[in-house]
């Protein structure tokens, strides 16, 4: 994956810099109304295409925050679960441990069937 990224980012810079060669004649740009630049072509589809990386490169910075965020909340419902069943297989082996002791308890007739609490 990492060859392909290089191979394809290799391959952009290239074709705007062959680009960039043959367009130097100045344009202008209207930023907003009111404000234009002239520049040449080739500097100004370096700094679009720098801006757009750089966007690019936040968006994926903020989308795996906000997984690393969904995991971690994740992580934490399953530990809270983990604790719960814990507690309930406790629960579990004391009342198993309480049922043999009232049968042991009761004569040799007189067991208790397992409805009766």
Same mark, same amino acid.
Do not use: C, H
């Given at each position: 994956m990492?060859?392909?990224?290089f191979?394809?980012?290799?391959?952009?810079g290239?074709?705007?810099? =062959?680009?960039?060669i043959?367009n130097?004649?100045?344009?202008t740009? $209207?930023?907003?109304?009111g404000?234009r630049v002239q520049?040449?072509l080739?500097?100004?589809?370096?700094?679009?295409m720098g801006?757009?990386? !750089?966007?690019a490169? =936040?968006?994926?910075?903020w989308?795996r =925050?906000?997984? $690393?965020?969904? !995991?971690?909340?994740?992580k934490?419902?399953?530990?809270?679960?983990?604790?719960e =069943?814990?507690n309930?297989?406790?629960?579990?082996e004391?009342?198993k441990? $309480?049922?043999?002791?009232q049968?042991?308890?009761?004569?040799?007739g007189?067991e208790?069937s397992?409805?009766?609490?």
């Amino acid at each position: 994956m990492r060859i392909l990224n290089f191979v394809v980012i290799f391959a952009s810079g290239l074709a705007l810099v =062959l680009f960039s060669i043959e367009n130097t004649e100045l344009v202008t740009i $209207q930023i907003i109304p009111g404000y234009r630049v002239q520049a040449p072509l080739a500097i100004e589809l370096i700094l679009a295409m720098g801006l757009g990386a !750089t966007l690019a490169w =936040l968006y994926s910075i903020w989308s795996r =925050l906000a997984r $690393q965020i969904a !995991t971690f909340g994740q992580k934490r419902e399953l530990k809270k679960k983990e604790k719960e =069943l814990e507690n309930l297989s406790k629960d579990v082996e004391t009342y198993k441990s $309480q049922l043999e002791e009232q049968q042991k308890s009761l004569p040799q007739g007189e067991e208790a069937s397992p409805n009766e609490s």
